[in-house]
């Protein structure tokens, strides 16, 4: 581990990939805590499904606080988990102003605030990237399967077809993002082989996969 004390450690993939799931096994396996994005106490989300070209920018400004706070919190015990890291959130934030959500001047804004408060002061007593980045893996059909199955309304294609283009997208930027990614170690779980949610040996599979990485990271 590049920081010796207190690694920490952050899921990512797409919506439905399980990384919520993911998260609470983890933190449960390693008697850690786990930090989730805040959804329903978050002001700006209603606000922004209302009117997202509006509140779009606002959206990721503030989950750019609280994805900073979470990671300050993190280092408070050993491989404590986060259910996604800050840099997925530029992914989807540059995805919004593909989609005219954002204008370009928002997308660079925020592009130039992120970099600044991600860069290491010499003298900080943490780093603020992960020790290792876990990303879970899973097909557009395994995707789409698993929104419709938690069923949450504003999330489903019937409601919105212009969804399925929007998610078919996404799930292939993520691709891209995870091969690009060099801010940490990573490795990559099959979502759609190693069904850790309903299938107990997966689970077992899993645990130990990421046990195997932690511990070459030592």
Same mark, same amino acid.
Do not use: C
């Given at each position: ?58 959206? =990721? ?24 890291? #800050? ?59 698993? #929104? $419709? ?6 999330? $489903? #294609?019937? =409601? ?32 759609? $082989? ?12 899993? #645990? ?11």
């Amino acid at each position: 581990m590049n920081k010796g004390e207190n690694p920490m450690l952050v899921m990512s993939g797409t919506i439905g990939a399980g990384k919520t799931s993911l998260t609470q096994l983890v933190a449960d396996h390693f008697g850690s805590k786990a930090f989730y994005e805040s959804v329903d106490d978050n002001p700006i989300l209603p606000l922004f499904y209302k009117d997202p070209k509006k509140y779009a920018f606002l959206l =990721q400004i503030y989950f750019l606080n609280k994805r900073l706070g979470s990671i300050k919190s993190a280092f408070a015990n050993d491989l404590d988990v986060l259910d996604r890291s #800050i840099f997925e959130d530029s992914l989807l934030f540059h995805l919004n102003g593909d989609l005219g959500r954002a204008t370009s001047t928002e997308v660079d804004i925020y592009d130039s605030l992120l970099d600044n408060m991600m860069q290491e002061l010499p003298e900080a007593e943490h780093q603020k990237s992960p020790d290792l980045l876990i990303h879970i893996n899973i097909s557009f059909e395994t995707m789409l399967k698993r #929104i $419709q199955k938690r069923g949450r309304s504003y999330e $489903q #294609i019937d =409601q919105d077809p212009d969804l399925y283009k929007y998610y078919e997208t996404l799930n292939d930027r993520y691709a891209q993002w995870y091969a690009n990614y060099d801010h940490s170690p990573k490795m990559q779980i099959d979502g759609d $082989q190693l069904d850790f949610v309903a299938d107990s040996d997966a689970r077992d599979q899993v #645990i130990k996969l990421i046990d195997d990485k932690v511990a070459s990271l030592a």
